[in-house]
């Protein structure tokens, strides 16, 4: 069964603080992504990675970076955390291109206070 | 550039009910739809997608969504809910060359 996993459910932090995310998957998929998602504005792509090393912005990148140093991990940076950031964070993994399904963790929700 | 629009943020509907959930999408190239379900406190997962060929999709739990080009429209539909139901659903749009776009997301409730 595939699994993508996120390494904490819930996170609370202060305005200020440097925030990892990380995301690993299972299955040995090339792409991996990083949305975050708010009521009302659905899922927002932040960063993607089709390849170890390789990294794309998404639509919403600013305040944030990505690590991916193996295939199968794909970290989320916030280098200087801040209350607008506070929001659900979810990853995702994909075999191929566009047209593949994206498989998602369960999700980590981030307070930053 | 794609997009795509999800006409209720939250559809009530009564147990046994039949429900159709809206979605609509704009592209200038052939497309890629999704719908996906996210149940409370989980993440997103697959229900059913539509990629080439029939344009009536079958998916998980008994759910099905029709492709119409002309229409620009990608409906998901089910005969008859479940309490399980409940969830927030979404709809999503890609090309070979572009990556996903997701819709806002619509909530269905289901009511006893």
């Known amino acids: 069964d595939v699994k993508v996993t996120q390494s904490s459910r819930y996170l609370v932090k202060r305005t200020g603080e440097k925030v990892f995310l990380e995301c690993v998957q299972d299955?040995?998929?090339?792409?991996m992504f990083w949305y975050r998602q708010d009521p009302g504005l659905g899922l927002r792509l932040i960063y993607f990675s089709y390849d170890v090393k390789m990294k794309e912005k998404g639509d919403i990148p600013e305040g944030y970076s990505v690590s991916r140093e193996k295939k199968e991990r794909f970290s989320l940076i916030l280098e200087s955390a801040s209350t607008n950031q506070t929001s659900m964070y979810l990853c995702?993994?994909?075999?191929?291109?566009?047209?593949?399904?994206?498989?998602f963790g369960p999700g980590t929700r981030l307070t930053v206070l | 550039a794609q997009s795509v629009t999800q006409l209720d943020s939250q559809v009530p509907v009564f147990e046994e009910a039949p429900v159709e959930l809206r979605c609509n999408y704009s592209s200038s190239v052939s497309v890629y739809l999704f719908w996906y379900v996210q149940y409370p406190n989980q993440g997103l997962q697959l229900l059913l997608k539509?990629?080439?060929?029939?344009?009536l999709v079958k998916g998980i739990n008994g759910f099905e969504a029709e492709f119409n080009k002309s229409q620009t429209s990608f409906h998901l539909r089910k005969p008859s809910v479940h309490i399980s139901d409940t969830a927030e659903y979404f709809c999503a749009v890609s090309s070979r060359d572009d990556k996903i776009i997701f819709g806002k997301g619509t909530r269905l409730h289901i009511l006893p």
């Open positions: 299955m040995d998929h090339e792409n």
């Open positions: 539509y990629l080439s060929g029939s344009t």
């Open positions: 995702a993994s994909s075999l191929g291109p566009a047209g593949d399904t994206q498989y």
